[in-house]
Every structure is written in C-alpha cells, then in structure tokens.
C-alpha cells in the first residue's frame, strides 16, 4: 500500500540582615487539563435531534485556541465545510451547507482545541447533531496497515461511499472519514443505516481523493 512581567522584590529586615533567606517564587501547579465543555451554555445542546439551526456556539471552561492546521472534519460529508470563530471561551460554528433530513452529522476536531496556557489538548473531541427524531448510533472501527511494512499507518484516511463503483474514490470524496491514529486504529461513529464502500486511502494532498501515482489504497 503506497499509501517569556518583570517582578522587583525588595526584602527589607528591620533586626538581623544576617537572617534573610532567599527562597524562589513559584506561580502554584501547573494546569494539565485541557479546556473542559459547558454543557449548560451549549446551544443546540451536544447531541440536538430535530436540528434546523444554522450555526451552534460551544463554550468552554477556559480560554482555548482552535489549531485549524490539524484535521477537522464533518461526516457525513458537506459541499462547504463549516466556519470556526473563537471569541474568548466561546467557540462559534457557522454550517453553510444545505443538511440532509434525518440524517446525524459529527463535528469530529480531533486534537485541534487546546488551552492558551499549556496547549493541552483535549483529545478526539466532536460535537454531534441530528436534523431527524434520533441519533444514528452504527459504528465502524479498524486498524490500517502498510502491506509492504505491514506496520500500522498514521494518519491514512478510511472513507465509506454511498456510491458502490469501484472508480468512486478517483472521483469523490467520501460520504464518512476516519483517520487512523499512530497504532493505525480509526474509528467512524455516528453512521446512518446503509450499505457502504469502505476505502482506506494515504491522501498525501489533502483532497479526500485517490491519485494513483503518489498515494496508496486498500479496499
């Protein structure tokens, strides 16, 4: 598969000079958590059914940054890719695309929120919302492996097709996407009841598509 305040201390000892001590200052536990959701001031709430809103505005316990350089992605897939707008705590997402009815869309960020102080990351976050009367709960899971190494591969794209043709992955993206993470695992959740085509793919440009000469595939 080819796939940095400046602090001025003055000590003054008014009895004994000889007694001063000098001790460091230290600025309390560093923070090792990472930005936690305000499921209160979520709205549509995390996992909505009946949803007809336009955008959705998260809110967090701290003050994160959103690194769009990492994979964001929304399943199933849409002709325009949401907007991301921070404002302090506050994450603003603005849906461009017409939805489909009945039909549960996943947010997936990965590990692109991460607080100010100490970048950490929250891991494998999603916000998740259906335009129908529930949830799909299918799920997929799988690992993916180089075939000439026959190691687990980072970072490969698995991608289910409504449309079954074995040219599909040449000419469209797909409906579903998972990334697999370094032991090669992925995950897809949240998928509709259907029959699909599963494709994993080492898409080196980005694009959700299979060029023949540069990138490696698995069916």
Known sequence: MKLGIILIVFAVSLFC???AQIAPL????????PPVLDQDRVHPANYSVNFASKGALLVFD????????????????????????????????????ELEKNTTYTINFGNAIKDIAEGNELQNFK?????????????LRGTVYSSQQGIPLEGAIVGLYKTLGDS?????QPNYVGITNS?????????KEGTYKTIALTDENGNY???????GIGF
């Open 17 to 19: 000079f000889s007694c």
């Open 26 to 33: 230290t600025g309390g536990a560093k923070d090792q958590y």
């Open 62 to 97: 701290e003050y994160f940054k959103l690194d769009q350089t990492k994979t964001i992605s929304i399943n199933p897939g849409v002709s325009t890719l949401p907007q991301f707008k921070v404002k302090g705590k506050k994450l603003y997402i603005e849906l461009n695309s």
């Open 127 to 139: 916000y998740v919302f259906s335009t129908g009367a529930f949830i799909d709960s299918l799920e």
């Open 168 to 172: 599909v992955p040449y000419f469209s």
């Open 183 to 191: 032991a090669g695992w992925f995950s897809i959740e949240n998928i």
């Open 209 to 215: 598509k299979y060029d023949e000469q540069s990138e």
